[in-house]
Structure formats: C-alpha cells, structure tokens
C-alpha cells in the first residue's frame, strides 16, 4: 500500500482553513438540479456550468480539493483546457465520484444501497492516471418508521470499507459518506441514535477490511433533525449533538472529517461548522471542514440561469460561499458577513486545525 502518498494527500486535502467542492452530481442530479433553476438539461450546458466553477478566479485560495464526476473528468474548457488541468494549476486536488448511484436494497422496501464495486478496481486505475488522487463513494441511510433496519446498515458499510480498500491499493485517498438523510418529521435525537449506529457500524468495517484510518477523510452528515419535523434545533444544539457523535464514533487517528450539507440552507450550513469551531475550539482529535454541494453551489447555479453573460457574477458568489467556509472553519463567521460584497478574508495558514 502507498501509505506515504495517503496520508500526505489526506493532510493536503484538510489543510488550513480550505475545504472542498463536491460538484460530482451525476447528469439525473444535475439535470434535476438544471431543471429546478430553469436551465436546459443538455450535455453543453452541464460543461459551460462546471467551466464556470473551475475557472473561478482564486478558487485555489478557498478549495483543497474538488470532486469531479466521470463525465466532468474528461471534459475541457471551450478553449480546450482539461478542467483536471486548470484545478491543478490552482491547488485543487481532483477527486473523483466512484459509486454508481444507490439503488432499491431486495427484501427490504423503502431501503438503498449503494453499488459500483465492479470493475472499481480498474476505474481507479484510470482515474489515477487522470491525476485523481483521492475518490467518492456515497452511502443512503434512509430514517422511517421501521428504518434503518441492521441489515441495511451492515450492507452499505460493508460496501463502503470494500470501496475504501480498493482506493487504498490504489494510492487514492477514500472519502466515505455514510449520509443519513434529512428527509422526514424525526427529531434530532432520532438522527443522532442512528448516525452513531451507522458510524460505530462503518469504522467496526473498516478495520475488519484492514482500511488504514490515516488514509481516509470521512464525509458525515451533521446531526440534524428532519427537514419536516417543525421543531428546528438551534445552531448550537447541531453543533453540540455532531460533534459528541463524532467525538464517541471517530478514531482520532482519522485525519479530517468533511461535512455535506444534505439539504441545508447554504447560511445555515456555515453557520453549524463555525459554531463547532466556535464551540469546540481545541477539543477535536481531527480537521473539521466542508465538502459541500448545493452549500456552496446553489446560490451560482440560481445565479447563472445558464446563459453566458451571468458568469462573472454567478463566480462572486461561488467564491464568496466558498470563502465563508474558510471562515467558519476559522471559527470566524458571522450572518452580517453575507451581507457584506467582499467579506474579510484572513491570511490562509497552512497548520491543520484541530
Ligand atoms: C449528499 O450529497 C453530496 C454532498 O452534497 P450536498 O452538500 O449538496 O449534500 C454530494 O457529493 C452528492 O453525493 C453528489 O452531489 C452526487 O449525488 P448523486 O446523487 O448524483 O450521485
């Protein structure tokens, strides 16, 4: 195993205050995404937009590393410059989604579980040579009434230490997202039982397929309670009942933990991160940052409306998330910062943060 090259590019990956960019929605997501913001679902415009996003002035500055999607990763500039190239050339580490999507779990209704171990080995390969050094592979815990079930559980964890093995003999760094969905009326208790069931499962996996834990970035969900429950926690109260979860679940030997943001307003994810810095400070075995979709993206996408003469200013705002990020993971935000054109950004410090 190329164990040096792990670990240097998992400490590279949760460097400073930086943070990454999942922009690797498959085309259905990306196409749901398009359609939702009224821009035409075609193969053209789904290029212009991440051209749009990877040629974001001093993106570099804000972004360790960004996750692309296999259509992205081969796809150019309209002037023809490799998108892996032109993150590169800023700094940003090119990650790669490697999972194939989650589809219905047999024998159990209202379950998923994810697939794309075959041939994974071979794509990693592939993706390698590509200058991807690090992969994706997401996991769908779904919260009912009956669910999750053990079994469900078990499966996806299993399949998602596998996926880390395969990154490993591979020199690729794994992020693994076991991601709980918010989707539901459940409480924030409810959420924090089972992210605990589901992370005590993941890591029990990991170690029974010999997955070296100083190798991996962990992408969580935070713990929230579910987006239809009409009893909304405070900041503080997410802070809190994440990061206990984290603190009983999560060898500190893990180098970083990188937050999605499942659905959560792009504020009020920054707003979660800054208070666990905020309230934490010290405290925490591991870097804590953000690999954020919708967080970082929505607000360009809006932006855009897929036509050419919003691109400058659709990259403002892409930056400027991405910044706020920066700032939270300083433990520096704050809500009149949104307000602000061009929020104070302090010097980057190259020290990982605990
Ligand atoms: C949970 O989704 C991941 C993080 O995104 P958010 O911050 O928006 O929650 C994200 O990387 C996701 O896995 C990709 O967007 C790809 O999703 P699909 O469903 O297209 O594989």
Not at 305 to 313: E, S, T
Request: with cysteine; aromatic share 6%; glycine share 8%.
């Amino acid at each position: 195993m190329k164990t040096e090259e792990l670990i240097s590019t998992a400490t590279a990956l949760m460097a400073g205050d930086k943070g990454l960019l999942a922009m690797d929605e498959s085309t259905g997501t990306c196409n749901k995404r398009f359609a939702e913001a009224g821009i035409p679902q075609t193969v053209e415009y789904r290029r212009a937009y991440r051209e749009l996003i990877v040629t974001t002035p001093n993106l570099g500055n804000c972004l360790s590393g960004a996750i692309l999607y296999d259509e992205t990763i081969y796809q150019s500039t309209k002037k023809g410059m490799l998108f892996i190239d032109i993150l590169k050339k800023a700094g940003i580490i090119p990650g790669i989604k490697v999972d194939e999507g989650a589809v219905n779990m047999a024998g159990f209704p209202g379950e998923k579980v994810t697939e794309g171990l075959d041939g994974l080995r071979q794509r990693l390969e592939k993706y390698y040579d590509l200058g991807a050094r690090f992969a994706k592979w997401r996991a769908v815990i779904i919260i009912n009434e009956d669910t999750p079930t053990k079994a469900n559980i078990e499966a996806n964890m299993h399949l998602l230490a596998r996926y880390a093995g395969l990154c490993q003999e591979n020199g690729i760094v794994p992020i693994v997202e076991p991601e709980v969905l918010m989707d539901g009326d459940h409480s924030i208790k409810r959420c924090q039982k089972v992210t605990e069931k589901v992370l005590k499962a993941l890591f029990k996996q990991l170690e029974k397929q010999r997955v070296d834990l100083r190798g991996i970035i962990l992408k969580p969900n935070m713990v929230l309670p579910g987006l239809k429950n009409t009893k909304q926690a405070s900041i503080n109260k997410v802070a809190k009942a994440t990061v206990n979860t984290l603190l009983k679940c999560v060898p500190p030997i893990v180098p970083g933990i990188a937050f999605l943001s499942g659905g959560q307003s792009p504020e009020l994810a920054t707003a979660h991160l800054n208070a666990m810095h905020v309230n934490y400070k010290g405290k925490l075995p591991w870097a804590l940052t953000f690999s954020f979709a919708r967080a970082i993206q929505q607000p360009a996408m809006d932006l855009w409306k897929g036509d050419d003469k919003n691109v400058k200013a659709a990259q403002k705002v892409l930056y400027k998330r991405a910044s706020l990020n920066n700032a939270a993971r300083r433990g520096e935000y704050t809500p009149d910062m949104e307000q602000e054109e061009n929020p104070k950004l302090t010097v980057m410090s190259q020290k990982v943060i605990g």
